[in-house]
Nanobody, 120 residues
Framework: VQLQASGGGAVQAGGSLRLTCVASGTIYSITRMAWYRQAAGNQRELVAH???????EYGDSVKGRAAISRDNAKNTLYLELNGLTPEDTAVYYC???????????????WGQGTQVTVSS
């Protein structure tokens, strides 16, 4: 199983971005999916997570500016983040709880991270 994140880059303050994370491999099912971020020198923090049915929760730092969504048929996770500030600069990681076709257990997988840099 692999999670491939994309969509990061350099953005001006006030701008927007859309991140995408595609899960691939011998996937049987995916439950919770989430975006985390880690700024230099800081701990990794939750940006948002989404349940299979679409229920969402957001971190305090992005509430009102973020929208997380998923396409279950494509095993794909999205994040739209608006009103970017330099404080949003971080490496963004996708995370998913996945059951593979060869086990009855579900475990968490991480993507490789995509850098977002917001300049003022």
């Amino acid at each position: 199983v692999q999670l491939q994140a994309s969509g990061g880059g350099a953005v001006q303050a006030g701008g927007s971005l859309r991140l995408t994370c595609v899960a691939s491999g011998t996937i049987y099912s995916i439950t919770r999916m989430a975006w985390y971020r880690q700024a230099a020198g800081n701990q990794r923090e939750l940006v948002a997570h989404i349940a299979p049915g679409g229920g969402t929760e957001y971190g305090d730092s992005v509430k009102g500016r973020a929208a997380i969504s998923r396409d279950n048929a494509k095993n794909t996770l999205y994040l739209e983040l608006n009103g970017l500030t330099p404080e949003d600069t971080a490496v963004y990681y996708c995370n998913a709880n996945i059951r593979t076709k060869f086990t009855t257990n579900t475990r968490g997988y991480w993507g490789q991270g995509t850098q977002v840099t917001v300049s003022s």
